[in-house]
């Protein structure tokens, strides 16, 4: 692999979260630069990738080796060293990032307080320097800010090839689908002309499938809200009552299954109660012309 790519693995100290955000010419760079384990670490591997790495430093990173330490393990054996770069963080929100010698300019990278950061074939230094500021200078949750970050890096010159893929990936404790897993977010965008863009609207998606509930966002379901939603239903065959605002053992059966086919259920509250993003996202979508 040898794209253009720039990327920034960074931790939260204040929740645990891991992640990584990459973007490169390359066709599917999330599916070999992110690396990433909740409570032990994350790594990005990048020109002329060394896929192995990956595994190899989240198992040095949980045996509580250094992200320094792993990176002179990694290199020490390996005969294509010069060619390779990679940004480790580890669960202490240690760093370090490796460029060897003949990655192709402009190449390097910068570490900082829970995260490092790094490119190669870029427009310049600044590239990694707006990454880098703009994860320092970002408020927030660790994904909102991986993508400040990789919007930046783009505004100051991206790579020198264009654009082409790429991925999001934030792990947490049992913080994957159902908790079965710690794949928090992951999100790729394979192959589009604006591939941070269309990454940020695949992550609103996310949030508004697979988010929580906040308490300021519960609404009451008064007889208004009733009607708006009968009607939404009743035009696309899942309720076939009174459009009266009363919301009853029908209205709740059919908003069910209406929520459900729309992948909403995770949002659906008990009572008469309403998640105001998902009425929102109901309204913008469903609501009659």
């Known amino acids: 692999m040898n794209p253009s790519t720039f990327s920034i693995v960074a931790y939260d ?3 645990g979260d891991l992640g990584i955000a990459v973007e490169s010419k390359f066709l599917a760079v999330g599916a070999v630069v992110p690396f990433a384990r909740a409570g032990v670490g994350a790594i990005a591997t990048q020109s002329y990738a060394n896929t192995a790495y990956g595994p190899r430093a989240l198992a040095q990173l949980k045996r509580g080796a ?4 792993i ?8 005969k294509d060293r010069e060619m390779r770069q990679f940004g480790i963080v580890d ?8 460029t060897g010698k003949k990655c192709f300019a402009w190449a390097g990278g910068r570490v900082g307080k829970n995260y490092a950061a790094q490119g190669n074939i870029l427009a310049g230094a600044g590239v990694v320097d707006a990454l880098a500021e703009t994860f320092e200078n970002t408020r927030g949750d660790l994904a909102p800010r991986l993508l400040a970050a990789l919007a930046a890096g783009q505004r100051a010159g991206g790579d020198k090839r264009g654009q082409e893929s790429a991925a999001l990936l934030v792990v947490r404790a049992k913080g994957g689908y159902a908790g079965f897993n710690d794949r928090y977010i992951d999100l790729r965008v394979d192959d589009h002309p604006a591939p941070i863009e269309e990454l940020t609207r695949l992550v609103d998606l996310h949030h508004l499938y697979l988010g929580k509930t906040r308490a300021q966002d519960i609404l009451a379901l008064d007889a208004n809200i009733a009607r708006e939603l009968q009607v939404m239903m009743g035009t696309r065959g899942y309720y076939r009552g009174a459009v009266n605002g009363a919301w009853d053992d029908a209205s709740r059966a059919a908003f069910r299954e209406f929520a459900g086919v729309e992948n909403l259920e995770d949002r659906l509250l008990d009572g008469a109660r309403i998640d105001r993003v998902v009425l929102e996202f109901l309204r913008k979508h469903f609501q009659p012309r």
């Open 13 to 15: 100290p204040s929740n």
């Open 66 to 69: 250094t992200p320094r330490a």
């Open 71 to 78: 990176a002179n393990a990694l290199v020490a054996s390996d």
């Open 91 to 98: 669960a202490r929100g240690r760093a370090f990032s490796y």
